[in-house]
């Protein structure tokens, strides 16, 4: 049953990059291409999920894996969100 649900999310999380990645292409702007990387590494995050049920990833490199990439699609979120609001000027 989890294997069933890790690949049904996967498959959700690809199709949402390769609509990430089309509209990135047609916009072709910072944080279009942030936010396609950020949804990459979810896609990436899964796979390694996969893994670890299938027993080719161990718990800890699951562990590590998982927790840098949630800090980094944060990160990546963040930066889209700073590159497109300007700074706001008090007054």
Avoid at 59 to 78: K, N, R, S
Wanted: charged letters at 10%.
């Amino acid at each position: 049953m989890l294997i069933a649900v890790l690949g049904l999310a996967t498959l959700g999380t690809v199709a949402l990059f390769f609509v990430a990645a089309a509209s990135t292409h047609r916009r072709r702007s910072r944080p279009y291409v942030l936010l396609t990387v950020a949804i990459g590494l979810l896609v990436l995050r899964s796979v390694v999920g996969i893994g670890t049920v299938l027993g080719a990833v161990p718990m800890v490199v699951h562990h590590l894996t998982e927790h840098g990439f949630d800090f980094l699609i944060a990160l990546l979120v963040l930066s889209a969100i700073y590159s497109v609001a300007p700074p706001s000027v008090p007054d």
